[in-house]
């Protein structure tokens, strides 16, 4: 009869147990959303998620955009906890700026769009007519002059070092048979460079935003999916409910809308 008794006892303190757990479970799901969040954002990635606004509203998020100059300053506000998130770099700039400033960033899935860059003249159409010893304005952000050079190599306008490990920069041009001048500059300034320079490598984005058309390249990236953007938040925020809500914002039709009217094939979806 003892030994009875125990095991309903002990059967009691089971359920007890499991009971709080459930509870734990319960509180963790419904985990209540900040009253406000704060997105960095550039003026083109404020245009790209203003639509999404009332969506976020509707599902309890309120959002203040507070625009910034320059891509490096919106993720270092999230970096330094100024901002909550981030909306306006591509992820592997991200991860550049995590591996020189010791930085604790991560983009939010699902990854929303991509944008291209391509190299543009006011002078020349095409590669053949660039004169030699020309000057062209390349991006000198770590990431992103990478992927400049990279895309003049596939092009066949200059040699990268094929023994390089890691990111390109100009000291690893090893063939430049146009002696072509690589002059490094903020990405912002590349397409203000476009009527002193024979070309520049410049963001569809800035191109479209200088009220430039961003299809009339001499050439292109190939590579454009490898470098989606999305929200940047800090890394323990990643997996946050409202983190997953302004990710899901970009997907939602009236920003799609918005993106197609505004910007007109500048950024595609992965979805």
């Known amino acids: 009869m003892k030994v009875f008794i125990k095991f309903i006892s002990l059967l009691l303190v089971t359920v007890a147990l499991i009971g709080c ?12 959303l900040p ?34 100059s320059g891509n490096v300053n919106v993720i270092r506000a999230v970096n330094d906890g100024s901002a909550d998130a981030a909306l306006g770099v591509h992820i592997k700039f991200m991860d550049s700026f995590n591996s ?49 050079l990279r895309m003049l190599n596939d092009a066949g306008l200059i040699e990268l070092d094929k023994q390089h490990q890691g990111q390109f920069s100009l000291i690893d041009i090893k063939e430049n048979p146009k002696h072509i001048e690589l002059i490094d ?8 460079a476009l009527n002193d320079l024979d070309a520049a490598i410049v963001f569809f984005t800035h191109m479209k935003n200088a009220g430039k058309d961003f299809r009339h390249y001499i050439i292109r990236d190939n590579d ?25 914002a970009l997907l939602q039709q009236p920003v799609r809308d918005n993106i197609a009217q505004k910007f007109g094939g500048v950024f595609e979806y992965y979805q």
Do not use: C
């Not at 757990?21 to 209540?32: A, H, I, Q, R």
């Not at 404020?46 to 509203?57: M, N, S, T, V």
């Not at 500059?185 to 203000?192: E, H, L, S, Y």
């Open 100 to 148: 020189q400033n010791h930085g604790n960033l991560a983009m939010v899935q699902p990854y929303a769009f991509t944008t291209g860059i391509g190299l543009y003249s006011e002078k020349y159409s095409s590669l053949d007519q660039l004169p030699d010893g020309a000057k062209i304005a390349i991006m000198n952000d770590a990431m992103n002059m990478d992927r400049g």
């Open 21 to 32: 757990d459930n509870d734990k479970t319960e509180k963790s799901v419904d985990t209540p």
């Open 224 to 248: 454009a999916k490898d470098f989606p953007m999305g929200i940047v938040v800090q890394q323990q925020n990643a997996q946050a409910p409202w983190a997953k809500l302004l990710a899901q």
């Open 185 to 192: 500059m903020n990405q912002v300034q590349t397409v203000r």
């Open 35 to 68: 009253k406000k969040i704060n997105v960095a954002t550039t003026e083109i990635s404020a245009a790209i998620l203003q639509p999404g606004l009332d969506w976020l509203k509707q599902q309890g998020l309120d959002v203040n955009l507070v625009i910034m």
